[in-house]
């Protein structure tokens, strides 16, 4: 990566099972990780990613990590099912009715 953006960048040690997750990430790299953990576990993750992306955001999973058939697309557009890149929708309220863009 360009030191552009490596400067910009903030890793950190993080307990997907017990510690809060932060919001406001533009983009959240999950790479090979949820193989480990089972389904209720790797719906629980994905929604919590999905509150921690800011809208538009990007979610980026590896290649092992089979949870594309559990991805809710309300909420996750794929973007690029090769490199297994998602988007957050976001959900708009207008006239009462929710809209996903």
């Known amino acids: 990566m360009k030191s552009e953006l490596v400067d910009h ?6 307990n997907l099972i017990t510690d809060r997750f932060p919001t406001g990430f533009d983009i959240i790299f999950c790479r090979n990780v949820m193989i480990y953990f089972d ?3 790797k ?5 919590q990613f999905y509150d ?6 990007y979610f980026i999973i590896g290649f092992y990590d089979a ?3 559990l991805v ?3 909420k996750l557009e794929l973007i690029d099912p090769t490199a297994r890149i998602f988007r957050k929708r976001e959900i708009v309220n207008s006239n009462d ?3 996903v863009t």
Not at 43 to 47: A, F, K, P, V, Y
Request: charged fraction near 30%; avoid cysteine; aromatic fraction near 6%.
């Open 52 to 57: 921690s992306l800011k809208p538009g955001g």
């Open 9 to 14: 960048v903030e890793f950190k040690y993080h």
């Open 97 to 99: 009715d929710l809209a």
């Open 39 to 41: 389904a209720t576990a």
């Open 72 to 74: 809710d697309d309300a």
């Open 67 to 69: 949870v594309t058939n």
């Open 43 to 47: 719906r629980r993750l994905l929604d």
